[in-house]
């Protein structure tokens, strides 16, 4: 069944047509890779999904519900998530006040403590960083909490917005084995918006190209791999992205 | 010697009250970026409803003890007042974010909310000084050569407990946090689930609630209540918001302090006449020379 | 039998009164309903004129500041005050001068008063402007009653004499109510003239969006520097003659709701509008004559009006008109289709085409700990187009921000034409010859599409207020000069049709363009462009190349960034690629698609592994 699907959807920003008819699906257990270059609309999509801009038609529906017009914090509620595009942690909280953050839509205390230190165990540093203010962290550092406060919500789909960005290749290797384990050993559906077109298709199941607000090309990720047209939609060029 | 003591101490009563109010004008600008200035005439209704319900309690009801009485003195008003800025924010502040209107035109709201306020005063309690009931005890504490009466000392130990609580508050509790992760990214605290609206209204709620305590008490402390009594002590306290770092909660208290300090000091030892001026000196410079304050962001120049 | 009057006579009437000075039109109306209370021998009456004329001084003096330059000034009254009581110490309390001199010395004083409070605060947002100059106000009337020595103190001057010229002397109260009628008069004249003119867009500019009219050549500190000045000096003018009329000075007049007053007029009558400050002037100086009874009410009932104003609208009861319609009939009417070289250009460009037009050598740019830029070079030679490109952070925009003066480099330096312009103000660089447009569109969008073209005219025409306000024909050629200019930059971009149109109102295509034409009208040696293409469909693309293309065919350079590689590749001459704020390529499209470097940066390593 489709954790999450996206039918028709147009975006409004700033008063141009940012999104057109995008249509897209995850189902549960998947990784989905939505990639495109710069000012192609891939984060206007999340945080229309996420509820933050309002501008949005086409019809949006999370694990069954609509959730086209629904609040911000009603989605998170109902455990979508989103981890934006430049981390955006809370930069004078500590870490672990961001991790409590969080958490901010649920009740379960003990729950909530133990989870807190499932996120300590999976990342060792941020544990030793706990006290620390989180914008004294370094960026590596700062989306593993930004993801990790994600995870407090306990979503059963998280969104990924450009989690590469302005990061060194080994951090975003160790970024993205993570997110790859939390696919495999919980089996949650994810999202992953990126311009590292690469490695999000190394990652993802199936992927859709977008290229000025429009779906341009979409499938498995291993036949996106192999297609010209990929490299060509960031290169303007026709040549095979090597394996 | 002990002439300076009692300055410390005159000083210190009065940068406790804009401390007080100063929270209310950094904690909303701190979130939303707007310049309540409705906030001093908010002080002004609470130092009257708290007048009025003294005068009630005290003659028709003097089996009550002053305790009780002062305590729903202080108690009521704030409810009351909170009421009023969840009132502003609900149908004017909030309507206006909705639009992304120019700054100017919140800024008139604000002016025009103001003036309703300073003049349905005087239509309902009198154009005139009007007197607070003497209902507290006149002790008199001596200490070190200088002297504090029971208004003063009751004034600065609501404040401060007022101070602490507000910093426990916000340090250590769920909405706490929420209100310093909705004033430092307000999209990014949605994205976590935070009500972000919700969050705004609460920090209406509270300004609102200290300022009209801080009302009571001035009105405990100085004798008297005026419908204009609120515009310098609003300025000034936003000045001590600006001073400390506006958006910054520990700072405006410091900033308040500090403007209650150098006002008395100057006035005992420069000239007793230009006082006011000390504040808006500092606020000028401040806000010219350094923008930032002494523990904040650098918030008041364009992008 | 009705004759109608045939269309080209209609029309040519029409635009014959249009052309009849406005003072011509109205000043006679305006001394008739002045001469109304002389005529029925009611004093009462004459006097609400007579403070209705003061208001309408002050309103249009405020109006300067906060309707046209958008400057929010509430502590406005300390000028009014301070003029009230230089006239009262001069005159009064000293005897040291008679009132020709004491006048201008009062309005002078104001204006430089104006000066020091505008200086220090014009980088202020306009709420922490509104505190600093009620501070200032407050300070103002503290100091009227604390510096009793110079200001009589809290009783004030009195016996303030009634001016004396020698040949006129002013002594009755009708007199001078008929000095203050046509000082009205000439002040509101004045506003009206210089609200039209030049200076008048140069505010409008300035107040729609700082940092655009910085980027296409405007002094936008000079300008509110000029608006605080004239409008104290209005203030000056205005408490002068107040200090005459009342004969006396005292703190008590000068308060803090003396500004608001003031600032009520403008706003509710609807900022920025000569007609709504007139209207405001009146109410406010009738209402508490009609309201007498309810006087106490009268605050409430305006603090309201305040309040549904800002929420429903804030452009107040009579709406400033759009400029749009008058600036394109004056465009069409002008009979000075300039030929004549009657606007500037640009320093001369060194004619060596060898020699780069800009050099930008070893840029760096740290944000805190961040290094934004890092030790970056880049050359553009004449007529050449250069394309930036680079993944999303990589530092491309931040490194035109340097190169047009937005920001200050860490360390590095840019030069243009040979001259240094690392450390320049953003107008100046415009001055020198750069252009520039931005990646979220930043247009003037409350004005017309022909008065966003014009303002790139702006830094290429001088007239001043003395010249804007009396219209002397090298400022009306000029005028001539801009509109038809802008009419012709129009038609090269396509947009001639919509000259009269709001620019908010452009579908998103034609928004780039105008940006596009806006820049050209700054008649830059290079355009710099800020991901021009974003947001175009295919079929504007083309067109936009195209337009590029001729534009350097015409010798004009242009440096872009952009991602839209097929774009990028098909028009440029050389290529850089930015990531990490460093420079990894630089060449040819060719050189750069084929670079592995650019590859990995952009689609991630071959042998990334997850």
Known sequence: MAALEISGMNVEYDGVRAVSALSLEVDEGEIVALIGGNGAGKSTTLNAISGLIRTCTGRIRFRGTDITAAEPHRIVEAGLLQVPEGRRVFSTLTVEENLDMGAFA??????????????????PILSQRRRQLAGTCSGGEQQMLAIGRALMARPRLLMLDEPSLGLAPLIVRDIFRTIRELNRERGMSILLVEQNARMALKLANRATVLDRGRTTLHGSSAALLQDPAVQHAFLGRSVAVPA | ????????????????????????????????????????????????LGLTLLEVL?????????????????????????????????????????????????????????LMLETAAMLVWGKEFKVYPAILPVWHFHFAGAVMNSAQVMLLVICFAMMIGLHLFVQHTRIGRAMRAAALDPNAARLVGVNVDQIIMLTFVIGSALAAVAGVLVGLYYGSVNFRMGYVPGLKAFTAAVLGGVGNIPGAMIGGLIIGLLETFGAAYISGEWKDAIAFIILITVIVARPTGLLGERIAERA | MEIALPKQLRLGLASSWQSVPGIVKYAPLAVAVAALPVALDNLYLRDICTYIGLYIMLGMGMNIVVG??????????????????????????????????????????????????????????????????????????????????????????????????GFIKITTSGQLYWVIVAMA?????????????????????????????????????????????LGAGIAGIAGTFFAVKMTMVAPESFTWWESLIVLIIVVLGGMGSIPGVILGAVVMVSLPEVLRDFDDYRMLILGLSLV??????????????????????????????????????????????????????????????V??????????????????????????????NVITGVTPPTSGRAQFGGRRITGLRPNRIAGLGIARTFQNIRLFGALSVLENVAAGLHCRSRAGTLTSVLRTVGQRAEEGAIWHRSLEILTEVGLRDRAGQMARSLPYGAQRRLEIARALATSPRLLVLDEPAAGLSGRERTELMQLIQRLRANGLAVLLIEHDMDFVMSISDRVYVLNYGKRIAAGTPDDVQNDSTVIEAYLGRADDEV
């Open chain 2, 58 to 114: 005290g003659g028709a009801h003097p089996a009550i003890g002053i305790v009780p009485a002062l305590l729903i003195a202080l108690a009521l008003p704030a409810i009351a007042c909170a009421g009023l800025g969840f009132a502003m924010d609900a149908l004017v502040y909030r309507r206006l974010r909705a639009k992304r209107a120019h700054p100017l035109i919140p800024l008139i709201a604000a002016l025009g909310i103001s």
């Open chain 3, 308 to 369: 549904l104003l800002a929420l429903f609208r804030p452009k107040g009861l009579w709406p400033a008109a759009p400029h749009r319609e008058a600036s394109l009939a004056a465009a069409g009417a002008s009979p000075f289709a300039a030929t004549r070289a009657v606007l500037k250009g640009p320093p001369a460009a060194p004619a060596d085409s060898a020699i780069p037009l800009l050099e930008v050598s070893g840029v760096s740019k740290r944000f805190g700990g």
């Open chain 1, 106 to 123: 649920r009740t379960d205390r003990d729950q909530i403590a133990h989870d807190k230190q499932d996120i300590f165990t999976r990342f």
């Open chain 3, 68 to 165: 046209y330059a958008g400057l929010m000034d509430l502590g406005y009254i300390a000028f009014y005050g301070i003029a009230a009581y230089t006239v009262a110490a001069l005159t009064a309390e000293f005897e040291i001068a008679p009132f020709w001199l004491a006048f201008p010395a009062a309005v002078l004083l104001a204006a430089a008063f104006g000066v020091v409070l505008g200086a220090p605060t014009l980088r202020l947002r306009p709420d922490y402007l509104a505190m600093v100059t009620v501070g200032f106000g407050e300070i103002a009337r503290l100091a009227f009653i604390n510096l009793d020595a110079i200001t009589g103190g809290p009783p004030g001057i009195t016996g303030i004499p009634r001016p004396d010229l």
């Open chain 3, 371 to 400: 290094a934004a830029l890092a030790d970056v070079d880049l050359t553009v030679f004449p007529g050449e187009i250069i394309s930036l490109i680079g993944p999303n952070g990589a530092g491309k925009t931040t490194l035109l």
């Open chain 2, 1 to 48: 010697m002990d002439l300076v003591l009692q300055q410390v101490i005159n000083g210190l009563t009065m940068g406790a009250i804009y401390a007080i109010v100063g929270l209310g004008y950094t904690m909303v600008y701190g979130i939303i970026r707007l310049i309540n200035f409705a906030h001093g005439a908010v002080f002004m209704v609470g130092a009257y």
């Open chain 3, 185 to 229: 008069i000439l002040i509101t004249w004045f506003t009206q003239r210089l609200g039209q003119s030049r200076i008048g867009r140069g505010w409008a500019y300035t107040r729609d969006d700082e940092i655009a009219a910085e980027a296409i050549g405007i002094d936008t500190v000079r300008m509110k520097l000029l608006a605080f000045a």
